[in-house]
Structures are given as structure tokens and as C-alpha cells.
């Protein structure tokens, strides 16, 4: 079991929910990235879900793009990552999730890079244009060398693709709650309720619900369904509105603010 089984079993026993939030790795730059994810998991963050920044997001709304620009302007790679994330092991367990597109994997070589993932102290790793028909040899490699497979499910998915991906998945479900690009939006779409119901009897993984969690309010709506709430945009833009020793502060107290309010779903 990775550190990401160990967490959510943890927290279950606990009667508690996952807060999973995510910067985009080397935005501004990789040693501040390392002193963020310390920041976040003081304020309560259970798992930290590094963005590895690409030249074609298209996953990502204009928030997380220009967050992926920065960090490639400051030259961040993959291989950087992870030094930086082996770098952060000597001072932390939480768990550590890299969120990013296939190129960069395939580039890096797939076995190569799921056995440097596990060395360097990554847990899990979501790719999101992978699709499950076409994840076979990521799926195996990352297996052989301990790595979680996280696949994505959205409000399209039928029974036959929540049934592959359950069956391919690892560590946990990554539920998209709108149809669409990231972002922080209003309000959680009503469907969520009922499309979670439906993959947890197609799954024994814990499910956790991102796109579009804006606020304490949203992840507590989130939470009393899901095993995890996922918050992006709304973490990234602080990047564009602070810097430095303000920044990581901020970025502490919104990250405890999410935290206390998924314990009150």
C-alpha cells in the first residue's frame, strides 16, 4: 500500500475526508515549490498534487496555464521535479501525486520514469489525456515499481468506462465535476451526488471530486459525498496575487480554511 492507500485508509477510520490540493510544480520556481508543499501540509493539506507544467494544457483553464508558463519560463523539467520532490522527502510524508499530460512521460522513457517516480518519493501519478484503453504499459510499468495509477472519470463516463477504470485505477478515483477546463466556478454541479454513488458501486477505491472547488463552502458540499476534495484554481491564483513569505502564508491559511471545512460536511 502506497502512502495514498495509507492516507485514505487513516482518514476513513478517522471518519475524515481528504483535502487534496494542487500547485503546479516550479511555479515560481522549484525550491519554492518544496517550501509550499511544507506550507500546505501544515495547514491540513492530506495529499499534494504537484502540476508538472506542458507546453499544450488542455485540460487546464487560463488559471493553471499561465501558472504551467511561469514554471516552464523558470525552466522547469520533469527530471527537476523530481529532485525536488526527493529533496522535500528528507522533511516529509505527505503524499505526492504528479498531475500532467503523457508527452513528457513517454519522452522521459515509461518504466524509467515510474522507477524514478518511486525513487525520488512520488506516490501516484494522473495523466490526463492517458486514456484507459491506451494506459496498458504506463499501467504495468507503474505497478512493477509501487506507483499509484490515478485515472480520471467524468460526468460523461458510462458504466462500461467506469468499469475499466476501476478495474485499471489505483491509489484512488479522480472525479471531474463539470464537463470542461479547469477552474474555480459558483457553484457543484447537482449530478455530482449521484455519479459518485455510481462509481463507488462499480469500485471499492475512494473517490475524490475536483474542477471547479472554489471555497470551504463548495468542499464541504463535495465532502459529504466523496472520500477527497481536490482544489486547484482557486490555490493557484493566490500565485498570481502574492509572493514570497505573504504567498506561503496565505497559501497555509486558505489551505486550513478548506481543511476545517470539509470536517464540517
Known amino acids: 500500500m502506497t502512502r495514498i492507500g495509507e492516507k485514505f485508509k ?14 503546479t510544480a516550479g511555479d515560481p520556481d522549484l525550491e519554492f515549490t518544496g517550501e509550499c508543499i511544507l506550507e500546505m501540509e501544515k495547514g491540513g493539506a492530506d495529499i499534494i ?15 493553471i496555464q499561465k501558472s504551467s508558463e511561469r514554471a516552464l519560463t523558470a525552466g522547469t523539467t520533469l527530471p527537476k521535479i523530481l ?12 503524499p505526492i501525486v504528479l498531475m500532467g499530460y503523457f508527452n513528457p512521460v513517454f519522452r522521459f522513457g515509461v518504466a524509467k520514469f515510474a522507477a524514478a517516480a518511486v525513487a525520488a ?6 495523466l490526463v489525456d492517458l486514456p484507459p484503453e491506451e494506459a496498458g504499459e504506463f499501467k504495468k510499468a507503474a ?36 464537463t470542461g477546463v479547469t477552474g474555480a466556478r459558483q457553484s457543484v454541479a447537482d449530478s455530482m451526488f449521484g455519479k459518485v454513488a455510481e ?31 481536490v482544489v486547484g484554481s ?28 470539509i470536517g464540517n460536511c
Open 83 to 94: 529532485a525536488m520532490v526527493k529533496s522535500v522527502r528528507q522533511r516529509s510524508r505527505v
Open 234 to 261: 482557486a490555490i493557484v491564483k493566490l500565485f498570481e496575487e502574492f509572493s514570497g513569505e505573504e504567498l506561503k502564508s496565505r497559501l497555509r491559511g486558505f489551505v486550513a480554511e478548506l481543511k476545517a471545512g
Open 199 to 229: 462509481i463507488r458501486e462499480k469500485s471499492p477505491l475512494p473517490v475524490a471530486v475536483g474542477f471547479g472547488i472554489s471555497d470551504p463552502v463548495q468542499a464541504a458540499r463535495v465532502a459529504s459525498v466523496a472520500d477527497g476534495v
Open 49 to 63: 498534487e504537484l502540476g508538472v507544467p506542458f507546453s499544450d494544457p488542455m485540460a487546464d483553464g487560463p488559471t
Open 10 to 23: 487513516e482518514l476513513g477510520e478517522k471518519g475524515e475526508k481528504a483535502l487534496i490540493a494542487f500547485i
Open 121 to 126: 518519493g512520488v506516490d501516484g501519478v494522473l
Open 143 to 178: 505497478a512493477a515499481a509501487g506507483l499509484d495509477l490515478i485515472s480520471l472519470l467524468t460526468p460523461t463516463s458510462d458504466a462500461g468506462r467506469i468499469a475499466k477504470v476501476a478495474e485499471l485505477g489505483s491509489g484512488f478515483i479522480y472525479y471531474v465535476s463539470v
